[in-house]
């Protein structure tokens, strides 16, 4: 960079040229927050000329002295700045020395008196995280959360002599959600916000543009430092003033009340929106209703009947827990540790030992905390213990849960070895060697994150079509298995870990899910090939790789899903801003066909789960298999219970209660015209979303124009296809999926031949065991016939002629149908590719390819095809609803 006195010259790609203003400056205060505000600074240029921050802490720096001191910056450590009510004259020489044009204080605990305030030419600047005039004074952001305020925000001000009195210098302000805390505030806009705002505010006072805007003392507001004495819950009042509170005070000092004689605080609040789950009664001190301990945490009421939820409890002694294991927090047993687990101990220790550096050494006993560490040195402590200790993922609350060296081991330990999980998850597998592999298949139903028999006991054989013999026997799902199903479902969306989740982590377990996919890709594509007669090597690239692709993809738009902001009249003298937010439906319900069975699956799953919905699928009853195996690989995924849940079973029972179940709010089906117009009737029972990709009858124009010897090659090339086991590298053409689907389509094949189509090859049960049916072209079918009209949903082609250039012609034909699922067109003629592609009534058209289909691309139909898209932005838009908030101000 060109200097030219106390401005830089910068130059930007656009050419322009200009000369920046820059300031000596005087960094006073302390924090991460004052070494970031510190960092940028320099970074633009301005020279950091003294830090004045508080003394080492138990031989410990302060973040902002320690990145000072390694740039070189003079450090200054008082301790205070004045006695009896005096500067301290060494203190102000010392600062006087460092010549500073401002004073900037981005947060700072110590009383700095006016005479080093005013000392600057330009003064001083102070961030105070509050909207002011409102909520002077210390614990501004616990405030900002207990009195309710809907937002929150910061201010940059002149200093005077009164208490955050000065004027504004500019301020920023953001949303408070329902359910924000303190950290969550500060984590999402406070901090990263402020370092930017408190960077433009020397840069508006260097250019000489900075503005001083009186406080009103209209609305202006004082409230000092929040202490444990004063924090104490008063219970007769609503839901949300007691959320309010309770959020206010998490971390600190935390919101208490008296337990069976004990001083409990809670932590983690949020607002019960659904019904109250069943829980064991909790009698507080001063409550008129019990609390519930349930299995999610504890449910605490209100005075106006509505309730709120506490994750964590913390005891006197500073031992927290989850709320949920109140009644079973008793003395867990001290494991014993393996060598490995030795290891990691006491690369655990020497962590400890660089982050606590005034504790001479770490004992059993060493409290974390007691021993001076703060939130931030949690967030240290996780990540270098995942950095040093081979990716081990841990929790900031796994800190505050386990306090001592020697409990927080014991912690390390549980969760190395996944003992500290819920549940563990129990799969009783049919276990067979196919393949040159052990392939491992689950056959219960997946419900609440367990597999389990079907509620009466019954179970169904699901057939290998390759020979007709039986895989196993698959739970066949009840109607209480479905309401269990669904019930799980609306618990995990209402009050489970899944509605609390942020999208990025969201995306990270779909991220996770389609790594496990492709991980067990091949004995996916075995059990697929098995249970669905689907050919391995299809099956491995298509069937399993497009299931990998779509997760992937619709994990990236988890944290992209977002409104807009609109203009609309405004209520004059008033303003108003109207805005939209994509919202989760809540339960959906998903029933996918036998074709494709995995990626169906993934097509309409993997759109609902990034939209934040929990799912209850029913795979086709023929099917069932790669539908529970991926319910296993959800579970090693991470996916909270509740979220996927797999009901095999009939369409009948299972299929026809999903359709009207009223917590259901969207049905995604995939299958067969009738099937779909009667999941249209069930579901109006109450007006649940509905997406059908139904029956197709797909035309495929050939104009002369395209390379006709090719497609005329291509029909001679059915004759040599190997037909055969699916498992064998070599064959071209596997069985039909199950018995009463051959038996369709050689009926199919009858029809034809008896209404006059030529039958140029196959139409025959290939004699051998199994559902093997020949390829099959028929050729001279007009358009009356059955062939015509009627999907065959096989290996049949049927081929009509159209007289040359009756392009008008051939399209009346190509849309004399009731479906619109897909077409296609061959010609070397773009413009003619075009204007076909127009006059086509189906959802997709294919030009000079056919069933090229990617997963950012929607696919879906028209008329009796159905609507809605499956795969693409679109996809997203069938598992969302639209909220629009007006606001006047």
């Given at each position: 960079?060109?200097?030219?006195g ?7 790609s ?15 205060g ?9 960092s ?6 301005h020279?950091v000329v ?19 001191e ?12 004045r ?9 102000a ?8 044009e401002?004073?900037?204080l981005?947060?700072c ?64 302000s ?64 609503s839901a949300?003033v ?16 008296e337990?069976?004689?004990?001083m409990?605080?809670?932590y ?13 009664p ?15 945490g504890?449910v ?9 939820m ?6 006197e002694?500073g ?19 393996t ?14 030992a660089?982050?606590?550096s ?23 402590l ?14 900031n ?46 056959y ?46 609306k ?48 099956a ?31 209520a ?11 919202e ?8 996918i ?12 799953s993997?759109?609902?789960l ?31 219970k ?23 709010r ?8 009738p ?7 069930s ?9 059908l990709?139904?029956g197709?009858k797909s ?13 005329v ?20 053409h ?20 008896k209404?006059g ?9 290939v ?11 028929f ?28 392009i008008?012609?051939?399209l ?26 127009e006059?086509l ?5 294919f ?18 095809s159905?609507f ?18 007006t606001?006047?101000?």
């Amino acid at each position: 960079m060109l200097r030219r006195g106390s401005q830089a010259l910068r130059r930007f790609s656009t050419g322009r040229v200009y000369f920046k203003n820059q300031l000596k400056l005087a960094l006073i205060g302390q924090s991460l927050f004052g070494q970031e505000v510190y960092s940028h600074l320099c970074k633009e240029g301005h020279r950091v000329v003294g830090v004045f921050t508080v003394p080492d802490k138990d031989g410990k720096a302060d973040p902002l002295a320690m990145a000072a001191e390694k740039d070189g910056t003079p450090v200054f450590k008082f301790p205070r700045w004045r006695v009896k009510g005096k500067t301290i004259k060494e203190v102000a020489e010392a600062y006087r020395s460092v010549g500073a044009e401002l004073n900037v204080l981005p947060f700072c605990t110590q009383f700095i008196p006016m005479d080093v305030i005013d000392s600057p030419k330009h003064g001083s600047i102070i961030y105070h995280p509050s909207i002011l005039p409102r909520h002077r004074g210390a614990s501004a952001i616990n405030w900002t959360l207990i009195m309710g305020d809907k937002k929150a925000g910061f201010s940059v001000f002149w200093a005077d002599d009164g208490l955050d009195t000065g004027p504004i210098l500019l301020q920023r302000s953001c949303d408070v959600e329902p359910n924000d805390t303190v950290d969550a505030i500060y984590n999402r806009f406070l901090f990263p916000e402020g370092i930017k705002a408190m960077v433009e505010a020397v840069q508006l006072i260097a250019d000489g543009k900075a503005p001083r805007i009186p406080q009103p003392e209209e609305g202006a507001t004082y409230e000092g430092i929040q202490k444990k004495e004063n924090a104490e819950i008063s219970w007769d009042q609503s839901a949300e003033v007691l959320h309010n509170w309770i959020r206010g005070h998490d971390k600190v000092p935390g919101a208490w009340t008296e337990i069976n004689g004990q001083m409990v605080t809670f932590y983690g609040s949020s607002l019960l929106n659904s019904p109250v789950p069943p829980g064991e009664p909790l009698e507080m001190k001063g409550a008129k209703k019990p609390g519930l301990v349930t299995k999610h945490g504890l449910v605490l009421f209100g005075n106006d009947g509505k309730a709120l939820m506490v994750r964590n409890l913390q005891f006197e002694d500073g031992k927290m827990i989850p709320a949920s294991q109140y009644f079973s927090a008793g003395e867990t047993a001290v494991v014993e540790l393996t060598a490995e687990e030795k290891k990691v101990a006491e690369t655990i220790k020497v962590i400890w030992a660089g982050i606590l550096s005034n504790v001479p050494v770490i004992e059993d006993s060493t409290d974390f905390f007691k021993s001076g560490a703060s939130s931030m040195d949690v967030v240290r402590l996780v990540e270098e213990i995942r950095q040093k200790c081979g990716g081990l993922q841990l929790q900031n609350e796994d800190v505050y849960m386990a306090t001592k060296f020697e409990d927080f081991i014991q912690k390390v330990v549980r969760k190395l070895r996944g003992e500290d999980q819920e549940e563990e998850l129990v799969v009783d597998y049919v276990s067979k060697e196919v393949n040159e592999m052990t392939v491992n298949i689950p056959y219960q139903c997946f419900i609440n994150g367990q597999f389990t028999d079907a509620e009466d006991g019954k179970t169904y054989d699901t057939i290998n079509p390759t020979d007709g013999s039986t895989i196993c026997k698959v739970s066949y799902a009840s109607l209480v298995d479905v309401d269990k199903a669904v019930a799980a479902a609306k618990d995990a969306f209402d009050n489970g870990e899944w509605g609390r989740m942020n999208a990025r982590e969201r995306g990270r377990l779909m991220y996770r899910l389609a790594d496990l996919l492709e991980e067990n890709q091949e004995e996916l594509a075995t059990i697929e090939a098995l249970d669905s007669g689907a050919v391995y090597t299809l099956a491995l690239k298509t069937h399993i790789g497009m299931s990998v692709q779509t997760f992937r993809y619709f994990a990236g738009w988890c944290d992209k899903i977002q409104g807009s902001t609109i203009p609309i009249n405004q209520a004059r003298p008033n303003r108003n801003l109207t805005f939209t937010k994509k919202e989760p439906l809540g339960v959906c319900a998903i029933i996918i066909p036998w074709n494709y069975p995995l990626m169906m699956l993934a097509w309409k799953s993997a759109a609902c789960l990034a939209a934040g919905n929990t799912l209850v699928l029913k795979p086709a009853q023929v099917t069932p298999l790669t539908a529970l195996k991926f319910a296993e690989l959800s579970v090693k995924a991470g996916f909270p219970k509740g979220v996927i849940n797999i009901i095999p079973g009939s369409g009948g029972v299972a299929g026809q209660r999903l359709s009207e179940h009223p917590d259901i709010r969207k049905l995604g089906f995939t299958g067969s015209t009738p099937i779909g117009k009667q999941i249209m009737r069930s579901a109006a029972s109450n007006l649940k979303k509905v997406s059908l990709e139904l029956g197709g009858k797909s035309p495929l124009i050939i104009f002369n124009d395209c390379e006709i010897d090719k497609a005329v090659r291509m029909v001679e090339e059915i004759k040599k296809m190997k037909i055969g086991d699916p498992l064998d590298r070599s064959t071209d053409h596997g069985p039909q999926n199950h018995k009463a689907h051959l038996e369709k389509l050689l009926q199919y094949c009858e029809a034809g031949v008896k209404e006059g189509a030529t039958l140029v090859y196959g139409g025959r049960q290939v004699p051998r065991p199994g559902f093997f049916m020949e390829p099959t072209v028929f050729t001279d079918v007009e358009d009356h016939m059955y062939l015509a009209r009627e999907e065959s949903f096989g290996p049949i082609m049927v081929i009509s002629k159209f007289q040359n250039g009756d392009i008008d012609g051939v399209l009346l034909r190509a849309n004399n149908t009731e479906y619109g699922l897909a077409s296609g067109v061959f010609t070397r003629d773009i413009n003619k590719a075009m204007y076909v592609s127009e006059k086509l009534e189906a959802g997709t058209v294919f030009i000079n390819t056919y069933n090229k289909t990617d997963v950012a691309a929607p696919f879906g139909g028209v008329k009796q095809s159905g609507f809605g898209k499956d795969l693409g932005e679109e996809a997203l838009n069938e598992y969302l609803k639209t909220k629009t908030v007006t606001l006047e101000y």
